[in-house]
């Protein structure tokens, strides 16, 4: 059984920053990819940052120049730090990691509310 568990969503104004943190655990032999991807009201949910296990990073063009993630392979976690946040960012943010069996497993969502 894999567990995924996503931390640091919140409020936050315009302009301002939030770290997101996700955290893999359970029979995990090798994770391949980490990302995240978001979700707003109405809209489908979007990629908006991926790392490979060497460090090959992907960004959505919304989030290129704001947005970082990073992983620590040993402990099986990513985080993405996001600055410059924008109205438009808000949205439940979701970690995915790609397994060796090369499965997707999912996060259960953590809100982003960027609003003054």
């Known amino acids: 059984q894999v567990q995924i568990v996503e931390s640091g969503g919140g409020l936050v104004q315009p302009g301002g920053s939030l770290r997101l943190s996700c955290a893999a655990s359970?029979?995990?032999?090798?994770?391949?990819?980490m990302g995240w991807y978001r979700q707003a009201p109405g809209n489908e949910r979007e990629l908006v940052a991926s790392i490979t296990r060497g460090g090959s990073t992907n960004y959505a063009d919304t989030v290129k120049g704001r947005f970082t993630i990073s992983r620590d392979n040993a402990n099986n976690t990513a985080n993405v730090q996001m600055n410059s946040l924008k109205p438009e960012d808000t949205a439940v943010y979701y970690c995915?990691?790609?397994?060796?069996?090369?499965?997707?497993?999912w996060g259960q969502g953590t809100q982003v509310t960027v609003s003054s």
């Open positions: 995915y990691i790609v397994a060796r069996n090369g499965l997707k497993y």
């Open positions: 359970g029979t995990i032999f090798t994770i391949y990819t």
